[in-house]
C-alpha cells in the first residue's frame, strides 16, 4: 500500500516567523491519527528552514527544501548544499520544477545532477514533470513526459530508486486556478507507473508514489487523490493557509 504524501510547496512566501505561526497552526489542527494515513511535508524557503524544523520537532510533519545545488561544497555564491540541508534535518527535496526550468533555465541534464547527488546524499527527490498546454494540445504530453523522466533518472540505480517520488504538474494548471481534471491526471499517472515499470521492472513502479501537483484546493483534492494512481499532492498556493493545507490533508 502507498501511502499518501501531501507536500507543501510554499515557494518564496513566507519569512521565518511567517513560517513559524503557519507551522503552529497546522500543527494544532492535526492529530496522529490522520498523520497515520498520510505523510505531510513542508517545503520552505532555504531561510526558514531552521524555524520550520523546530517547529515540526516530535509532531510527525516531515521537511522538504524547494532546491539545492549538486555539488558537495565549494565556491558557488550563493547556493546550498546537500549536506547542509541534511544536517538541518531536512529529508526531501523538490527537483525540476517548472518554475526552476522556466526561470533559471534548468535542463534535464542539470536536473539529472541534482537527482543522482540527492539520493547519494540521502535526501529523497521529489521529481517535478509536467507538460506545458501547448504541448497537451498538440497530443505530446506522454512524450515531454518520457524525456524528463528518462533524462532526470539517468543512471538512477534500481537499488536506490524506492526513495524516489515523481511529481506529475502539468505547467498549465500551476497557479492557474485550471487544474487537471482527475481523468486527465489519471491517464498521465498511470503512463508514468508504466514507464516505471518498464525501466526499473514492476515491483519499484507499484511502490512509486506520484503526486499530482497544480491548482489543488481543498473543493478538488477528494476527486483527484481518490484517483487509482494518485498518491499525494504538491500543493503550491492552498498551503500558504493552515485552513486550506488542512482540509487537503484530510480529504
Ligand atoms: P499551485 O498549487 O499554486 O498551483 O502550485 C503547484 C505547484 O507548483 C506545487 O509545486
Known amino acids: ?12 512566501y513566507k519569512t521565518p516567523a511567517q513560517a513559524k505561526a503557519l507551522v503552529q497552526e497546522i500543527r494544532s489542527g492535526l492529530d496522529q491519527t490522520v ?19 523546530e517547529a515540526v520537532r ?17 565556491a558557488f555564491t550563493g547556493e546550498v548544499s546537500a549536506p547542509m540541508l541534511k544536517e538541518l534535518g531536512v ?6 520544477h517548472s518554475e526552476r526550468r522556466q526561470y533559471f533555465k534548468e535542463d534535464d541534464d542539470f536536473v539529472n545532477q ?19 498546454w501547448s504541448e497537451r494540445e498538440a497530443n505530446l504530453t506522454e512524450k515531454r513526459i518520457e524525456t524528463q523522466l528518462a533524462g532526470g533518472l ?5 537499488e536506490v530508486f524506492s526513495a524516489l517520488v515523481v511529481a506529475y504538474e502539468p505547467v498549465w494548471a500551476i497557479g492557474t486556478g485550471k ?37 489543488v484546493k481543498a473543493e478538488n483534492a477528494a476527486s483527484l487523490l481518490t484517483q487509482p494512481d494518485i498518491d499525494g499532492a504538491l500543493i503550491g498556493g492552498a498551503s500558504l493557509t493552515a485552513g486550506s493545507f488542512l482540509s487537503i490533508i484530510k480529504y
Open 154 to 158: 539517468k543512471d538512477v540505480s534500481p
Open 1 to 12: 500500500m502507498r501511502k499518501p504524501i501531501i507536500a507543501g510547496n510554499w515557494k518564496m
Open 35 to 53: 498523520l497515520s494515513g498520510r505523510e505531510v511535508v513542508l517545503c520552505p524557503p532555504f531561510v526558514d528552514l531552521a524555524v520550520v524544523e
Open 179 to 215: 487544474n487537471a481534471t482527475p481523468g486527465q491526471a489519471q491517464d498521465v499517472h498511470r503512463f508514468i507507473r508504466g514507464w516505471v515499470a518498464v525501466k526499473f521492472g514492476k515491483e519499484l513502479a507499484e511502490n512509486l508514489r506520484i503526486q499530482y501537483g497544480g491548482s
Open 91 to 96: 529529508t526531501y527535496v523538490i527537483i525540476g
Open 58 to 74: 516530535g509532531s510527525g510533519i516531515g521537511l522538504g527544501a524547494q532546491n539545492f545545488y549538486p555539488k558537495e561544497e565549494g
Open 114 to 132: 541534482k537527482v543522482l547527488a540527492a539520493l547519494k546524499n540521502g535526501l529523497k527527490p521529489i521529481l517535478c514533470v509536467g507538460e506545458m
